[in-house]
């Protein structure tokens, strides 16, 4: 083959070459989408207040996860109003830095326009530990208990409780009025303490879940129904306690002369089933930082499928496993 013509071949070949580059149909190779870590996540956490030992253990949930995992984390406390929850919301929307907004809410409604705000501003929002009314379409999920059927099992324990008196009379100390977590767990009370022929004889709210309203609930309670109360049905443990303190500064037994029933079973909680005054704890889970961290992070690398609510694992304790028993399952728990 002469030089000449291998040359031809070579400079053929180089040109069709060029030409197959530019003509190519094949589109660009699209850059590696992100996967989003830990690092990469900027948390808004808008949190109620810090209205109880329960709230206390749900804040440090999430800044110990946060510090473990990395996470920068932005904390609201809402002082328990709405209000400051939807300028928290407005506040995290408007920050470039915040990619995910976590909300612990104090209502059931009036999220709706701050949920698609967020949802416009392309901000991950999970609903942690209250269940609200908007749409669920409006956050990625929501983890949190079921109140309805804490209710359920806070009055079957007050029938174990009141076993032998059909017909009881129980006061209810709700808490906030607006809050899932109370109209929940009125709700899942209502719908078992026919059980045992419970009487609710009087039912009120203590708002923001204040004790020292819960007390005065109780204390008029006993001024009004003298002699006729058998059980109070708390809906945290600080409200249960303030009724015990009530029913102790009325010259009567805590525990003995009427039953109380409480919920969240915190350390509190325990120190009063210790001693029978308290004589059920329902538990409510305040540790529910690192799966909402983790559901965070898989919305931010487009994970699909996941479901509306994750329901939170938890049980319940009674004074009657003993105060041994309960002192040693105290000394394992966290709050
Ligand atoms: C329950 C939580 C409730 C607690 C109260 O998940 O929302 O709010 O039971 C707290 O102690 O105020």
């Given at each position: ?11 053929a070949v180089?040109?069709?070459?060029a ?5 190519s ?13 830990y690092?990469?996540m900027?948390?808004?956490f808008i949190?109620?207040?810090?209205e ?24 609201t ?44 501003a ?18 990625y ?11 359920n099992k806070?009055a079957?324990?007050?029938?174990t409780?009141?076993?032998?008196m ?8 709700g ?10 767990r ?6 078992k ?19 020292t309203?819960?007390?005065?609930i ?5 001024k ?6 058998q ?15 009530s ?6 037994k805590?525990g003995?002369?009427i039953?109380?029933?409480?919920f ?11 001693t ?5 704890d329902i538990?409510?889970?305040p ?6 961290y ?7 690398n ?11 694992q ?8 003993g ?13």
């Amino acid at each position: 083959m002469t030089k000449s013509r291998s040359l031809r071949i070579v400079m053929a070949v180089a040109v069709s070459a060029a030409l197959a580059a530019c003509s190519s149909s094949a589109t660009p190779v699209p850059a590696t989408a992100k996967v989003y870590t830990y690092k990469d996540m900027v948390v808004g956490f808008i949190q109620t207040g810090s209205e109880s030992g329960w709230r206390a253990a749900n804040t440090s949930s999430f800044n110990e996860e946060a510090k473990t995992d990395g996470i920068t984390l932005k904390f609201t406390d809402s002082q328990n109003k709405i209000e400051n929850q939807i300028t928290a919301f407005n506040t995290y929307i408007a920050d470039p830095a915040v990619n995910v907004i976590v909300l612990a809410a104090v209502d059931v409604t009036g999220y709706d326009n701050v949920l698609k705000a967020a949802k416009a501003a392309g901000k991950v929002v999970v609903i942690e530990d209250r269940r609200i009314d908007s749409p669920s379409t409006l956050y990625y999920t929501y983890i949190g208990s079921d109140f309805d059927l804490e209710g359920n099992k806070g009055a079957a324990a007050m029938c174990t409780l009141l076993t032998g008196m059909s017909g009881a009379n129980v006061v209810e100390i709700g808490g906030d009025q607006g809050a899932s977590a109370a109209i929940d767990r009125a709700k899942g009370f209502r719908e078992k303490d026919s059980a045992c022929g419970i009487n609710i004889l009087d039912s009120q709210y203590a708002a923001a879940w204040d004790p020292t309203v819960g007390k005065s609930i109780m204390d008029a309670d006993l001024k009004k129904y003298a002699g006729k109360i058998q059980g109070v049905y708390a809906h945290n443990d600080e409200l249960a306690i303030a009724a015990i303190q009530s029913i102790d500064a009325a010259g009567l037994k805590a525990g003995t002369d009427i039953k109380v029933v409480g919920f969240d079973a915190t350390a509190d909680g325990f120190k009063y089933m210790i001693t029978g005054e308290l004589g059920a704890d329902i538990e409510c889970n305040p540790l529910l930082a690192p799966q909402v961290y983790k559901a965070a992070l898989d919305a931010l690398n487009g994970v699909t499928g996941q479901p509306a609510w994750v329901p939170s694992q938890e049980g319940q304790f009674a004074a009657s496993q003993g105060a041994q028993a309960l002192q040693d399952i105290l000394k394992t728990r966290k709050y």
